[in-house]
């Protein structure tokens, strides 16, 4: 990628702002493992993500965008209980091969093969345990959504990652949803966001489905939320946050009919529309980055702080749609 250098470094000095952390060797203090080659492995095949990545990395090698990145090796497993995941993972094994991927047998071979790896395991409980194996080899990792089943399990991993000093970031492709480059230098004042969010009875309500327009609220309005309330009906939930500078910010999820994704980011310069979804390009543009520099995209605050704000919701819903503070949830998850 023409000035990559400049770009690395223009993302790191962003995220160390964001973050208020200081700038070390030129990577964030706990990501100082190196990706020794392109080789990336992936664990997880039991969700279409993983198959959709390979066709992009793998298609496009001597794409300058992706950097030489492409996956040679998976570990199939993914969900052993979660039918709509499990089902996948035999169809999918046979058609990945077809990218000149190798099956390993465990995460272990596949960590003896690949110099960073994509977790894409479609249930979010295992994600502690599979995270831990690739951070005690030491490579840089992606978490693909949600990055945990729980916001316990989330604190685990990244006190993890820093433990080992390996590089970790965690997001959704809704992140990058065409229009959000539309705020750069604008004063935001609100946010609107709508998404599926449909449940899934193993995963906290919008862990599983309704995180994709969360992180895109989030996106918009950033960290710094305080509270959160939720109405809940058989259809459709409605949750608002109060960020602490009087933000106000609304999530709509929808659990049946073809919502799509989307939302109105209000600002000093009128509303803006974000949509349509831009695919799963974007990200892993970001992805790459990160495995080339060990530079985080998305910090870790942001990311428990958005767990947070679904945890929120469950236990707002839970007590009649009582307005629940994030720092409460937060204290104790910890």
């Known amino acids: 990628m ?25 990577l964030p203090s706990y990501g100082q493992s190196l990706a020794e080659g392109k080789r990336v492995g992936i664990i997880g095949l039991d969700t ?9 990395l793998n298609g496009n090698k001597g794409n300058e965008s992706y950097n030489g990145y492409h996956v040679i090796a998976a570990y199939p497993y993914g969900s052993k209980t979660i039918a709509s995941s499990a ?40 994600h502690l345990e ?20 729980s916001l316990e ?27 959000i480059e539309k705020l750069k230098g604008k004063i935001i004042v609100g946010a609107d966001t709508y998404s599926p969010a449909s449940l899934e009875p193993t995963h906290p309500d919008l ?3 309704g995180i994709h327009g969360v992180e895109t ?17 058989p259809y ?46 974007p990200l892993l543009k970001e992805i790459t980055i990160f495995f080339e520099t060990g530079v985080v995209p998305v910090q870790p605050e942001e990311t428990l702080e958005i767990l947070a704000f679904m945890t929120a919701a469950d236990e707002s819903k839970n007590k009649g749609g009582k307005s629940i503070k994030l720092a409460d949830v937060m204290k104790k998850a910890r």
């Not at 279409?48 to 992009?56: E, W």
């Not at 309005?221 to 939720?230: D, K």
């Open 2 to 26: 023409k000035n990559l250098e400049q770009l690395h470094r223009r993302t790191f000095l962003k995220s160390s702002i964001v973050a208020g952390v200081g700038m070390t060797l030129g």
């Open 48 to 56: 279409s993500h993983s198959l959709a990545f390979t066709k992009v």
């Open 87 to 126: 089902d996948r993972i035999p169809d999918y094994i046979d058609k990945i091969k077809e990218y000149n991927v190798s099956i390993t047998s465990s995460i272990q071979e596949l960590l003896g093969k690949v110099d960073v790896v994509l977790l894409e395991t479609n249930d979010g409980r295992l």
């Open 130 to 149: 599979q995270a831990m194996e690739v951070f005690k080899s030491g490579k840089r990792v992606f978490i693909d959504k949600p990055v945990a089943a």
């Open 153 to 179: 399990d989330a604190i685990a991993i990244f006190d993890a990652a820093k433990k080992y000093n390996v590089p970790v970031f965690s997001a959704s492709s809704l992140r990058y949803i065409k229009g």
């Open 207 to 209: 862990y599983w489905y």
């Open 217 to 233: 609220l989030f996106t918009a309005l950033g960290p710094g939320c305080v509270s959160v309330t939720r109405t809940h009906t």
């Open 236 to 281: 459709t939930d409605i949750v608002t946050g109060i960020w602490e500078d009087g933000k106000v910010g609304t999530f709509r999820g929808a659990r049946s009919g073809d919502s799509g994704f989307g939302g109105t980011v209000f600002t000093d310069k009128g509303a803006i529309v974000l949509g349509p979804y831009g695919g799963y390009e």
